[in-house]
Protein backbone atom coordinates (compact mmCIF):
# COMPACT_ATOMS: atom_id res chain seq x y z
CA UNK A 1 0.00 0.00 0.00
CA UNK A 2 2.93 2.71 0.51
CA UNK A 3 3.96 2.32 -3.23
CA UNK A 4 0.16 3.86 -4.04
CA UNK A 5 1.26 7.10 -2.03
CA UNK A 6 3.21 9.70 -3.49
CA UNK A 7 6.70 10.21 -1.44
CA UNK A 8 7.24 13.00 0.78
CA UNK A 9 9.73 14.24 -1.16
CA UNK A 10 8.03 14.50 -4.37
CA UNK A 11 5.14 16.10 -2.38
CA UNK A 12 8.18 18.64 -0.96
CA UNK A 13 9.26 19.09 -4.47
CA UNK A 14 5.40 19.50 -5.99
CA UNK A 15 4.61 21.97 -3.12
CA UNK A 16 8.27 24.25 -3.85
CA UNK A 17 7.68 24.56 -7.17
CA UNK A 18 3.86 25.84 -7.17
CA UNK A 19 5.50 28.46 -4.42
CA UNK A 20 7.82 29.21 -6.60
CA UNK A 21 5.51 29.88 -9.24
CA UNK A 22 3.27 31.72 -6.92
CA UNK A 23 6.01 34.31 -5.81
CA UNK A 24 7.51 34.57 -9.43
CA UNK A 25 4.00 36.15 -10.32
CA UNK A 26 3.55 38.56 -7.96
CA UNK A 27 7.11 39.58 -8.38
CA UNK A 28 6.65 39.90 -12.23
CA UNK A 29 3.71 41.52 -11.42
CA UNK A 30 5.30 43.99 -8.90
CA UNK A 31 8.43 44.81 -11.12
CA UNK A 32 6.49 45.44 -14.10
CA UNK A 33 4.06 47.93 -12.05
CA UNK A 34 7.27 49.60 -10.50
CA UNK A 35 8.93 50.09 -13.66
CA UNK A 36 5.86 51.34 -15.56
CA UNK A 37 5.04 53.74 -12.66
CA UNK A 38 8.92 54.71 -13.18
CA UNK A 39 8.52 55.75 -17.02
CA UNK A 40 5.10 57.33 -16.40
CA UNK A 41 6.98 59.67 -13.58
CA UNK A 42 10.05 60.39 -15.47
CA UNK A 43 8.22 61.33 -19.13
CA UNK A 44 5.90 63.75 -16.47
CA UNK A 45 8.67 65.10 -15.18
CA UNK A 46 10.02 65.61 -18.54
CA UNK A 47 7.00 67.23 -19.72
CA UNK A 48 7.25 69.52 -16.62
CA UNK A 49 10.48 70.20 -18.02
CA UNK A 50 10.27 70.94 -21.30
CA UNK A 51 7.11 73.08 -20.35
CA UNK A 52 9.47 75.04 -18.32
CA UNK A 53 12.37 75.66 -21.00
CA UNK A 54 9.01 76.45 -23.61
CA UNK A 55 8.44 79.14 -20.63
CA UNK A 56 12.27 80.33 -20.69
CA UNK A 57 12.18 80.93 -24.53
CA UNK A 58 9.42 82.48 -24.85
CA UNK A 59 10.88 85.18 -22.19
CA UNK A 60 13.61 85.28 -23.79
CA UNK A 61 12.70 85.70 -27.88
CA UNK A 62 9.33 87.65 -26.76
CA UNK A 63 11.07 90.79 -26.27
CA UNK A 64 12.55 90.90 -29.75
CA UNK A 65 9.20 89.44 -31.56
CA UNK A 66 6.98 92.38 -29.65
CA UNK A 67 9.79 95.09 -31.21
CA UNK A 68 10.02 93.70 -34.38
CA UNK A 69 5.97 93.28 -34.68
CA UNK A 70 5.68 96.66 -33.05
CA UNK A 71 8.08 98.38 -35.84
CA UNK A 72 6.35 96.37 -38.50
CA UNK A 73 9.69 94.85 -39.08
CA UNK A 74 8.89 91.55 -40.84
CA UNK A 75 12.75 90.65 -41.59
CA UNK A 76 13.68 90.76 -38.24
CA UNK A 77 10.44 88.72 -37.13
CA UNK A 78 11.54 85.99 -39.90
CA UNK A 79 15.32 85.76 -38.72
CA UNK A 80 13.97 85.90 -34.96
CA UNK A 81 11.72 83.02 -35.58
CA UNK A 82 14.56 81.08 -37.77
CA UNK A 83 16.42 81.60 -34.37
CA UNK A 84 14.06 79.99 -32.14
CA UNK A 85 13.84 77.09 -34.47
CA UNK A 86 17.10 76.03 -32.96
CA UNK A 87 16.11 74.82 -29.97
CA UNK A 88 15.53 71.31 -29.88
CA UNK A 89 12.66 71.56 -28.32
CA UNK A 90 10.69 73.05 -30.74
CA UNK A 91 9.38 72.25 -34.00
CA UNK A 92 8.25 75.53 -35.30
CA UNK A 93 6.63 78.83 -34.53
CA UNK A 94 4.13 81.40 -35.70
CA UNK A 95 3.48 84.97 -34.96
CA UNK A 96 0.38 86.13 -35.17
CA UNK A 97 -0.14 89.99 -35.90
CA UNK A 98 -3.13 92.09 -34.29
CA UNK A 99 -4.11 92.42 -37.96
CA UNK A 100 -4.47 88.77 -38.35
CA UNK A 101 -1.07 88.56 -40.84
CA UNK A 102 0.61 85.13 -39.79
CA UNK A 103 4.05 84.39 -39.82
CA UNK A 104 5.09 80.61 -39.70
CA UNK A 105 8.46 79.30 -39.53
CA UNK A 106 9.36 75.09 -39.06
CA UNK A 107 6.91 72.70 -38.19
CA UNK A 108 3.50 73.64 -37.01
CA UNK A 109 0.47 72.29 -36.24
CA UNK A 110 -2.34 71.88 -39.16
CA UNK A 111 -4.86 74.23 -37.12
CA UNK A 112 -2.12 77.31 -37.83
CA UNK A 113 -1.06 76.52 -41.66
CA UNK A 114 -2.47 79.39 -43.56
CA UNK A 115 -1.10 82.08 -46.31
CA UNK A 116 2.68 81.77 -45.00
CA UNK A 117 3.27 78.43 -46.52
CA UNK A 118 6.44 79.52 -47.39
CA UNK A 119 8.56 78.46 -44.57
CA UNK A 120 6.84 75.54 -43.19
CA UNK A 121 8.53 71.99 -43.39
CA UNK A 122 6.19 69.59 -44.47
CA UNK A 123 8.29 66.05 -43.08
CA UNK A 124 7.02 65.87 -39.96
CA UNK A 125 6.72 62.03 -39.53
CA UNK A 126 6.29 61.06 -35.84
CA UNK A 127 2.96 59.30 -34.03
CA UNK A 128 2.68 62.37 -31.85
CA UNK A 129 0.51 64.94 -32.91
CA UNK A 130 2.04 68.54 -32.65
CA UNK A 131 0.89 70.67 -29.66
CA UNK A 132 0.73 74.69 -29.65
CA UNK A 133 1.90 76.87 -26.43
CA UNK A 134 0.56 80.70 -27.19
CA UNK A 135 2.18 83.77 -25.22
CA UNK A 136 0.87 87.19 -25.93
CA UNK A 137 2.95 89.88 -27.42
CA UNK A 138 2.50 93.58 -25.98
CA UNK A 139 3.21 96.82 -26.89
CA UNK A 140 7.15 97.69 -26.05
CA UNK A 141 5.28 101.11 -25.25
CA UNK A 142 2.40 100.17 -23.72
CA UNK A 143 2.73 96.63 -21.92
CA UNK A 144 -1.62 96.60 -21.82
CA UNK A 145 -1.64 97.06 -25.19
CA UNK A 146 -1.73 93.05 -27.31
CA UNK A 147 -0.10 93.57 -30.32
CA UNK A 148 -0.48 90.11 -31.33
CA UNK A 149 0.89 86.06 -30.52
CA UNK A 150 3.66 83.76 -30.56
CA UNK A 151 2.80 79.92 -30.79
CA UNK A 152 5.90 77.56 -30.22
CA UNK A 153 4.94 74.10 -31.66
CA UNK A 154 6.01 70.89 -30.09
CA UNK A 155 5.57 67.55 -29.59
CA UNK A 156 5.66 65.22 -26.42
CA UNK A 157 8.32 63.13 -28.45
CA UNK A 158 10.78 65.30 -27.69
CA UNK A 159 9.58 64.03 -23.78
CA UNK A 160 10.07 60.05 -24.81
CA UNK A 161 13.26 60.74 -26.56
CA UNK A 162 14.76 62.40 -23.53
CA UNK A 163 13.82 59.32 -21.07
CA UNK A 164 14.62 56.71 -23.45
CA UNK A 165 17.30 54.20 -22.09
CA UNK A 166 19.01 54.02 -25.20
CA UNK A 167 21.94 56.71 -25.82
CA UNK A 168 21.66 55.55 -29.85
CA UNK A 169 17.40 57.01 -29.36
CA UNK A 170 18.74 60.15 -27.66
CA UNK A 171 20.87 60.98 -30.43
CA UNK A 172 17.87 61.01 -33.06
CA UNK A 173 16.28 64.11 -31.46
Not at 65 to 76: C, R, S
Request: aromatic share 10%; net charge negative.
Amino acid sequence: MRANLPSTSHIKNQLSRQLARKIFKYYLFLALSLTAFQVFLNINDESDTLNKQLNILSDTFRPSFEEAVWNFDDAQIHATLVGLSYSEEILGASIIKSDSEQLNYGHISESFKGEDENNIKHDYQSNFEIINKTYDLHSPEDPSESIGSLTLHYSMQTCLLYTSPSPRDRQKS
